[in-house]
C-alpha cells in the first residue's frame, strides 16, 4: 500500500465512529425533519401527504403556541438578568478573603450538579408543602397558597428554582475572570486613592466583560431551552399557562401526535436558537479583534 | 496579605446567610425523608422525632433503585469511554490532516453544536425505530436497548468533544509524533503511545461536560428507553407518577438519587470546577 493511500485509511478510519453516529443521530434526523414540517405525518401512518406550507401556518395561528413563545421569551429575559446578577455577585462575594471561602463555593456550585427534573421535584415539595405550613404558621397569607398553583406565582417560582440551580455555574466563570484580574492593577488603583466601588465599576466589571459576554449566552440559551424543569416542577401547570417552548413542541408531536405541526415548532425553535448562537459567535469575534 | 477587617466580617455573615438559604431545600428533604407523612403534614420545618428509615426501605424497593442506579452507571460509563476514544482519534485526524476535506468534516461538527436536541427529536425516534433487525437469531434494536442510547450519546456528544480536543490537540508540536515515526512507530502506534496520553487535561473536561449532562439527562432516554430501562431520572419519573403525594417515599428517592452525585462532586470537584471552565471558555 502507498503511504498516501494508508493515511486515507487511517483518516477516514479514525472518523469513521463518529462520523457513522453523529449521521445517523444529528444529520438525517434534521434534515428528515425539515422534510416532515411540510407533510401531514402522525407518526403513525404510513400515508404521507405534502401540505406545503400548511404546517407553519397553523403553526403562527395557533393562540397556544403563541403564549408559550411570549412566557418562554419573558421567562429567559428574567434569567439572564438575574442569573448573572446572583451569578456575579457570589463570585464577587468568593473571592474576598474569607474564611469559609471554599465552602461558600462548594455550596453554591452544588446544584447545578444535579438535573433540573430532580431539582424539580425537591423544590415542588418546597414549594406545596415547606413553603405553605411556615406560611401558616406564620400567617402569612400569600405564602399559604403554594406559588405553583397559580400561573404569575409560578413563573416567579420556575425563575427561582432556575437561579438557585444555574447562577452557581456562572458564579465558577466569573471567579476565573475574577482571578484573572492581575493583582497589581487593583493595588495601583488603591495606591491612587480608588474606593471598593471604584475599583469595581473601573477595573473588575471591565476586566471581567468577555466572562460576561459568555454567561450572558449561556444564561439565554439554557433558560430558551428549558424542559426538565418545566416538566418536574409545574408540568406546565396551572391548565397549560406555563407551558415553555419545549414542552409544547413536545407534547404537540408527542401526546397530540401532530407530528408535522410539531416539527415546524421545533424548526421554528431551531432557528432562533440559530440566531443566538450567530449573534454570540459575532459578538465573542468583535471582542477578540477589539483585544 | 490583608487584615481580617470587620468589614471582611460582615461579608463573611452575609455569604454564610446566603449559603444556608441556598442548603435550605436539601437540608428540608432530607430532615423530612425521615418522617411519616402525619409528621410530614403537621410540621414540615422540625427534625423527626425518630430516624427511622423504613421510607428509604421502602422506596429503594418501589422505585426499583439499584437497578435504575446500575442502568445509569452502565450507559454513562460506557458513553463517556466511547466519546473519550472516538472524539480523540477524530480530532487529532481532523488537526493533522490539512486537506479541504478534513477543514468542511470539522466545520459541520462545529455548526452542528447549535442544533438543539428538540429540533431533531421527532425524527430520531422514528429513524430509531427503523432500525430492528435480526442477525444471527440476534435482534439488534436502536430503541429500548443501552447500546442503543450509549450510540446516540455518541452522537450528540461528539460534536463538543471533538471541538475540545482539536482546540487542545492544535497546541502539541507535531515534532513529537514524527521523532517516533522516525523511530520506527505506526501511526495507529503513535496515536495510543504518544498522542492520547498528552491528552490528559482535556479528557477530563470532556468527561466531566459529558458526564455530567449524560447521568442527569432525562428527554433521551425518556424517548429512547420507555419504560423498560429505567435510569435514574426516568425512575424518578414513573415514581412521582405513581406516588404523587406520598412525599415522605418521595423524598427518601430524591436524597437517594442526589447522594452519589454529592459523594462524585466532594471527590473530584477540582476536576470538576476545572473542567466546566475549560469548557465555557472554549
Redesign the interface.
Known amino acids: 500500500m502507498s503511504k498516501k493511500r494508508?493515511?486515507q485509511l487511517?483518516?477516514w478510519g479514525?472518523?469513521s465512529?463518529?462520523?457513522i453516529?453523529?449521521?445517523?443521530?444529528?444529520?438525517?434526523?434534521?434534515f428528515?425533519?425539515i422534510f416532515?414540517t411540510f407533510t401531514d405525518w402522525n407518526?403513525v401512518s404510513k400515508n404521507i401527504q405534502f401540505v406545503g406550507i400548511e404546517n407553519y401556518i397553523s403553526m403562527f395561528k395557533d393562540k397556544e403556541f403563541g403564549h408559550s413563545f411570549v412566557i418562554t421569551v419573558i421567562y429567559t429575559i428574567i434569567n439572564v438578568v438575574l442569573m448573572n446578577g446572583i451569578g456575579f455577585l457570589?463570585a464577587f462575594?468568593?473571592t474576598?478573603?474569607?474564611?469559609?471561602?471554599n465552602?461558600?463555593r462548594?455550596?453554591?456550585?452544588?446544584?447545578n450538579?444535579?438535573?433540573?427534573?430532580?431539582l424539580g421535584?425537591?423544590?415542588q415539595?418546597?414549594f406545596n408543602?415547606?413553603v405553605t405550613?411556615?406560611g401558616k404558621m406564620a400567617g402569612v397569607d400569600f405564602l399559604s397558597t403554594s406559588l405553583l398553583g397559580e400561573t404569575k406565582t409560578a413563573i416567579i417560582a420556575m425563575t427561582l428554582v432556575a437561579n438557585?440551580q444555574y447562577a452557581g455555574?456562572l458564579m465558577?466563570?466569573y471567579v476565573?475572570a475574577l482571578q484573572n484580574i492581575p493583582e497589581e492593577l487593583i493595588e495601583a488603583a488603591k495606591i491612587d486613592g480608588a474606593n471598593g466601588w471604584q475599583r469595581l465599576k473601573h477595573i473588575m466589571i471591565p476586566m471581567v466583560m468577555p466572562?460576561v459576554t459568555?454567561n450572558l449566552f449561556?444564561a439565554l440559551s439554557n433558560s430558551f431551552?428549558v424542559?426538565?424543569l418545566n416538566?418536574?416542577l409545574t408540568n406546565g401547570g396551572p391548565g397549560n399557562s406555563t407551558e415553555m417552548?419545549?414542552m409544547h413542541?413536545?407534547k404537540e408531536?408527542?401526546i397530540l401526535n401532530n407530528?408535522g405541526i410539531?416539527?415546524a415548532k421545533?424548526?421554528f425553535?431551531?432557528i432562533i436558537?440559530?440566531i443566538i448562537?450567530?449573534v454570540q459567535v459575532y459578538f465573542s469575534k468583535k471582542r477578540e479583534v477589539e483585544l | 496579605?490583608?487584615k481580617?477587617s470587620w468589614k471582611?466580617a460582615i461579608?463573611?455573615v452575609?455569604?454564610?446567610a446566603?449559603?444556608i438559604i441556598?442548603?435550605?431545600?436539601?437540608y428540608?428533604?432530607f430532615i423530612?425523608s425521615f418522617k411519616s407523612r402525619r409528621e410530614?403534614?403537621q410540621?414540615?420545618?422540625s427534625l423527626p422525632d425518630t430516624w427511622n428509615s423504613s421510607n428509604y426501605t421502602a422506596a429503594i424497593e418501589k422505585m426499583d433503585f439499584w437497578s435504575a442506579f446500575a442502568n445509569s452507571m452502565i450507559i454513562t460509563f460506557f458513553s463517556l469511554i466511547?466519546i473519550v476514544f472516538?472524539?480523540a482519534?477524530?480530532a487529532?485526524?481532523?488537526v493533522r490532516?490539512k486537506t479541504r476535506v478534513?477543514k468542511i468534516?470539522f466545520f459541520?461538527?462545529i455548526a452542528?453544536?447549535?442544533?438543539?436536541?428538540?429540533?431533531?427529536?421527532?425524527?430520531?425516534v422514528?429513524?430509531m425505530g427503523m432500525?430492528d433487525f435480526t442477525i444471527f437469531e440476534f435482534n439488534f434494536h436502536m430503541l429500548r436497548s443501552h447500546y442503543g442510547l450509549i450510540?446516540?450519546y455518541?452522537?450528540?456528544g461528539?460534536?463538543m468533544s471533538?471541538f475540545l480536543y482539536h482546540g487542545f490537540i492544535k497546541g502539541i508540536p507535531i515534532e513529537l509524533e514524527e521523532a517516533a515515526i522516525i523511530d520506527g512507530c505506526s501511526?495507529?502506534k503513535v496515536?495510543w503511545k504518544v498522542v492520547f496520553p498528552m491528552l490528559k487535561p482535556i479528557t477530563v473536561t470532556v468527561m466531566v461536560l459529558n458526564g455530567?449532562w449524560i447521568?442527569?439527562?432525562?428527554?433521551l432516554p425518556s424517548?429512547t428507553l420507555g419504560g423498560s430501562i429505567p435510569t435514574i431520572?426516568l425512575a424518578?419519573?414513573m415514581f412521582?407518577g405513581q406516588f404523587t403525594k406520598q412525599?415522605e417515599l418521595?423524598?427518601a428517592a430524591?436524597t437517594l438519587?442526589?447522594i452519589p452525585?454529592?459523594i462524585?462532586?466532594?471527590i473530584a470537584?477540582r476536576h470538576?470546577?476545572k473542567g466546566?471552565?475549560a469548557g465555557?471558555?472554549k
Request: proline content about 4%; glycine content about 4%; hydrophobic content about 65%.
Open positions: 494508508r493515511n487511517l483518516f479514525f472518523l465512529p463518529v462520523l453516529a453523529f449521521t445517523i443521530t444529528v444529520i438525517i434526523p434534521f428528515m425533519g416532515y407518526g457570589l462575594l468568593v474576598r478573603q474569607l474564611k469559609t471561602r465552602l461558600l462548594t455550596g453554591f456550585f452544588l446544584p450538579l444535579i438535573g433540573g427534573l430532580i421535584f425537591i423544590w415539595f418546597i408543602s415547606a405550613s411556615v438557585w455555574y465558577v466563570i476565573a466572562a459568555i449561556l431551552k424542559y426538565d416538566l418536574s417552548l419545549s413542541i413536545y408531536a408527542f407530528m410539531g416539527q421545533a424548526v425553535f431551531f436558537v440559530a448562537a450567530i | 496579605m490583608k481580617y471582611m461579608i463573611e452575609f455569604g454564610l446566603l449559603f441556598y442548603m435550605i431545600p436539601f428540608l428533604m423530612n410530614i403534614i410540621d414540615t420545618t466511547i472516538c472524539s482519534m477524530a487529532w485526524v481532523l490532516s478534513s468534516l459541520i461538527f452542528a453544536m447549535i442544533i438543539p436536541f428538540q429540533a431533531v427529536m421527532l425524527p430520531l422514528k429513524l432500525i450510540f446516540m455518541l452522537g450528540f461528539c460534536s471533538i501511526k495507529w496515536f455530567i447521568w442527569n439527562d432525562f428527554l424517548l431520572p424518578m419519573q412521582f412525599w418521595a423524598l430524591l438519587a442526589i452525585v454529592i462524585f462532586y466532594l470537584q470538576i470546577i466546566i471552565i465555557a471558555i
